[in-house]
């Protein structure tokens, strides 16, 4: 079970990360209203792959 929740928190990140840099980089899907808050996401989605694929590394 902690496998899955840490796999399902990288694949989560992950999405965030691209949700959010695109609409950064193109404006899609939120026609890039605030990039303060992409930047945000973005560096917060960084964090969580990080802590997920840490986590998952220590559960082998």
């Not at 193109?26 to 989605?45: C, E, H, K, L």
């Amino acid at each position: 079970m902690p496998k899955a929740l840490t796999i399902t928190g990288m694949a989560i990140s992950i999405l965030i990360f691209l949700v959010f840099a695109l609409d950064l980089a193109i404006g899609v899907p939120f026609q890039g209203i605030s990039a303060t808050m992409d930047i945000a996401f973005v560096i917060g989605s960084a964090i969580l792959a990080f802590l997920a694929f840490t986590t998952f590394r220590e559960l082998k």
